[in-house]
């Protein structure tokens, strides 16, 4: 972890873990900014829980997280996969670029862009792709987790 106090930001590389709740946010890098002040400087501070209340980070107030590289999403049944996001403490939102794929229950949909708001359990997608999988072939799709 670097952590850059003037830009209230904190880096994150490799395996990045990030828990709220029940949403699930793992990344190869990612970016927190923080609204003022930043964290602390703890060197060797795992990424684990960044977003969770328990944190230690937590006291500083979190605005957005920008996540690189392999980028899964998990909350419920729901994962969407794609090589960016941006996830928006305040708004509890999360926009998911470079081709993103999401699977729940038995679909799966892909776009150029998707915008999930969490807090209403409602998504957007744009130049969306809708693949319905029947409930018997789910288990021989290679795509469909």
Same mark, same amino acid.
């Given at each position: 972890?670097?952590?850059?106090?003037?830009?209230?930001?904190?880096? &994150?590389?490799?395996?990045? +873990?990030?828990?709220? !709740?029940?949403?699930?946010?793992?990344?190869?890098?990612?970016? +927190?900014? &923080?609204?003022?002040?930043?964290? /602390? #400087?703890? $060197?060797?501070? /795992?990424?684990?829980? @960044?977003?969770? /209340?328990?944190? %230690?980070?937590? $006291?500083?107030?979190?605005?957005?997280?920008?996540?690189?590289?392999? +980028? +899964?999403?998990?909350?419920? #049944?729901? !994962?969407?996969?794609?090589?960016?996001?941006?996830?928006?403490? $305040?708004? %509890?939102?999360?926009?998911?670029?470079?081709?993103?794929?999401?699977? %729940?229950?038995?679909?799966?949909?892909?776009? /150029?862009?998707?915008?999930?708001?969490?807090? #209403?359990?409602?998504?957007?997608? %744009?130049?969306?792709?809708?693949? @319905?999988?029947? #409930?018997?072939? $789910?288990?021989?799709?290679?795509? &469909?987790?």
């Amino acid at each position: 972890m670097t952590v850059k106090n003037l830009d209230h930001r904190a880096i &994150f590389e490799g395996n990045v +873990v990030m828990i709220k !709740e029940d949403l699930h946010l793992s990344a190869d890098h990612a970016e +927190v900014t &923080f609204a003022s002040g930043g964290p /602390s #400087e703890e $060197k060797g501070k /795992s990424a684990v829980g @960044i977003l969770s /209340s328990k944190s %230690e980070l937590s $006291k500083n107030e979190i605005t957005v997280v920008h996540a690189v590289g392999n +980028v +899964v999403l998990r909350q419920g #049944e729901r !994962e969407v996969r794609s090589r960016e996001a941006y996830y928006y403490q $305040k708004e %509890e939102k999360v926009v998911l670029l470079g081709d993103p794929m999401a699977w %729940e229950k038995d679909y799966q949909v892909t776009g /150029s862009k998707m915008t999930i708001y969490l807090r #209403e359990n409602r998504s957007m997608i %744009e130049g969306s792709k809708v693949i @319905i999988h029947p #409930e018997d072939q $789910k288990s021989q799709s290679p795509n &469909f987790r």
